[in-house]
């Protein structure tokens, strides 16, 4: 925590951009009904920052001195969540406003607060709003607007920081990092997000400190990876996860394969697939997560494969293992789910049977499942792969030739080719229920005489 105490700054509605016309309703009425019953409410964090920026947030969060149970007698569409830190969750249609009561800097003795090895596993002490403030990641998030004023309060720098695009830790570094390591992933994502630059005293700690990150369990770290690589600023993401040394704790087996490829072509690829997740998104287009972990991992399987195949393995069997090799020791970091993986290694699979062009073969492959990703696939290799640039050519007219034309053209026998049924493009979705097959029933034995 800072060696002084914090300094309340005002900044009066003339002096900032931000209006209620931006905010959404919902909180609104969070924030009015709150202090019409005596509490303190201000709108908090990631939206105060936008808004300053002249961005519209998604999301709108608000610090209350209000208790969580308080503020669930105030809402009855309020509902209360989280062990580590308790919040309310007020639900009005589709937006859910997250209300967080106000933190203490020290821990008071309840047991509300639990550290291990350094770091803050729960925190339900509650405070001040000046405890609020230091006890927040980053200065530019320690914002809080007051609706009874319309004015902002920074007790931490935060407006200046935000007007300077500067991303700069509340408190000592080394010690903010080591009570949640995954705020070294926040601060890269935050600052590819909004274009800021990491304060030098933020940056310094975070090579050091890149290994901590196997203290996070596994299943938050797929929940941040997500969060870095599909919010629309994955390219920056990943290059300055290289810059601050965290692409090899987070991606091992990337950052070991990457290191191996002397043609760089591995990385372009890697690059241009992330480009194109942002160009995506930008176009408010899906991108999804099992596409986007087939070109984080492709290095790594496409080193293991090669090494396989260099002992003796056969094809299908080389493929496989590479494939559960990558995925097991990537789930010592990043736990990727079994319906993102399993497409993810079908996607892998398929890149091999395009060189067949055999008719039974051709339409087989066009009526897979998983084709159109596979073939997106094939053209992101062949982008910076010269040499599979015809095939992934010859593949994108066979896709708009009629049945009959494209059969015409392939060596094999005439007969009828197939093309993908309706409803074919996906398997079912985890959890949902299989199409049953009908079984034939017995016809029941006479009884012996």
């Given at each position: 925590m800072p060696p002084n105490p914090p300094?309340?700054?005002?900044?009066?509605?003339?002096?900032?951009?931000?209006?209620?016309?931006?905010?959404?309703?919902?909180?609104?009425?969070?924030?009015?009904?709150?202090?019409?019953?005596?509490?303190?409410?201000?709108?908090?964090?990631?939206?105060?920052?936008?808004?300053?920026?002249?961005?519209?947030?998604?999301?709108?969060?608000?610090?209350?001195?209000?208790?969580?149970?308080?503020?669930?007698?105030?809402?009855?569409?309020?509902?209360?969540?989280?062990?580590?830190?308790?919040?309310?969750?007020?639900?009005?249609?589709?937006?859910?406003?997250?209300?967080?009561?106000?933190?203490?800097?020290?821990?008071?003795?309840?047991?509300?607060?639990?550290?291990?090895?350094?770091r803050l596993v729960r925190d339900n002490v509650y405070g001040t709003l000046e405890e609020d403030a230091v006890r927040r990641d980053f200065t530019a998030n320690a914002l809080y607007y007051a609706v009874s004023d319309f004015s902002v309060r920074d007790y931490v720098g935060g407006f200046d920081d935000v007007a300077a695009r500067v991303l700069r830790l509340i408190g000592d570094p080394e010690s903010r990092y080591r009570e949640d390591p995954v705020r070294m992933l926040r601060a890269v994502r935050l600052a590819a997000k909004l274009g800021?630059?990491?304060?030098?005293?933020?940056a310094e700690p975070i090579a050091p400190l890149a290994p901590l990150l196997a203290d996070a369990s596994n299943a938050r770290?797929?929940?941040?990876?997500?969060?870095?690589?599909?919010?629309?600023?994955s390219e920056r993401v990943f290059e300055l996860l290289e810059q601050y040394g965290l692409?090899?704790?987070?991606?091992?087996?990337?950052?070991?394969?990457?290191?191996?490829?002397?043609?760089?072509l591995c990385r372009e690829m890697l690059v241009m697939a992330l480009r194109n997740c942002d160009a995506r998104?930008?176009?408010?287009?899906?991108?999804?997560?099992?596409?986007?972990?087939?070109?984080l991992l492709w290095p790594a399987y496409a080193q293991d494969l090669q090494l396989l195949l260099?002992?003796?393995?056969?094809?299908?069997?080389?493929?496989?293992?590479?494939?559960?090799?990558?995925?097991?020791?990537?789930?010592?970091?990043?736990?990727?789910?079994?319906?993102?993986?399993?497409?993810?290694?079908?996607?892998?699979?398929?890149?091999?049977?395009?060189?067949?062009?055999?008719?039974k073969r051709v339409f087989r492959l066009l009526a897979h499942p998983r084709f159109r990703a596979a073939f997106d696939f094939l053209e992101l290799r062949a982008a910076v792969v010269p040499e599979l640039r015809e095939e992934a050519g010859w593949w994108a007219k066979a896709q708009a030739?009629?049945?009959?034309?494209?059969?015409?053209?392939?060596?094999?026998?005439?007969?009828?080719?197939?093309?993908?049924?309706?409803?074919?493009?996906?398997?079912?979705?985890?959890g949902e229920a299989k199409p049953r097959t009908a079984r034939r029933r017995r016809r029941p034995r006479k009884a012996a005489e």
């Open positions: 300094i309340l700054r005002v900044i009066p509605r003339e002096l900032h951009p931000i209006s209620r016309k931006n905010i959404s309703s919902g909180a609104l009425r969070v924030l009015y009904r709150l202090n019409e019953a005596g509490f303190e409410a201000y709108l908090v964090g990631g939206a105060v920052r936008d808004l300053l920026l002249g961005c519209q947030p998604k999301d709108f969060d608000v610090a209350t001195s209000a208790t969580p149970e308080q503020v669930k007698q105030l809402f009855r569409n309020c509902r209360l969540i989280g062990r580590r830190f308790r919040l309310a969750h007020i639900v009005f249609g589709p937006e859910i406003i997250e209300v967080a009561t106000f933190r203490a800097g020290d821990d008071d003795g309840s047991g509300d607060r639990e550290m291990e090895n350094g800021f630059t990491i304060e030098a005293a933020s770290l797929f929940d941040e990876s997500l969060k870095l690589f599909l919010t629309g600023h692409l090899p704790h987070l991606l091992p087996d990337t950052a070991a394969a990457l290191a191996l490829d002397t043609s760089g998104i930008a176009e408010e287009k899906s991108v999804t997560p099992a596409f986007l972990f087939a070109a260099a002992q003796g393995f056969d094809l299908a069997v080389a493929e496989q293992r590479a494939a559960d090799r990558v995925t097991l020791r990537q789930a010592d970091r990043v736990a990727i789910p079994r319906r993102f993986s399993t497409p993810m290694h079908e996607i892998w699979w398929l890149q091999s049977r395009f060189p067949q062009r055999q008719r030739m009629p049945s009959d034309t494209l059969s015409a053209q392939l060596p094999g026998k005439s007969a009828a080719a197939p093309r993908p049924r309706a409803g074919a493009e996906s398997p079912p979705a985890e």
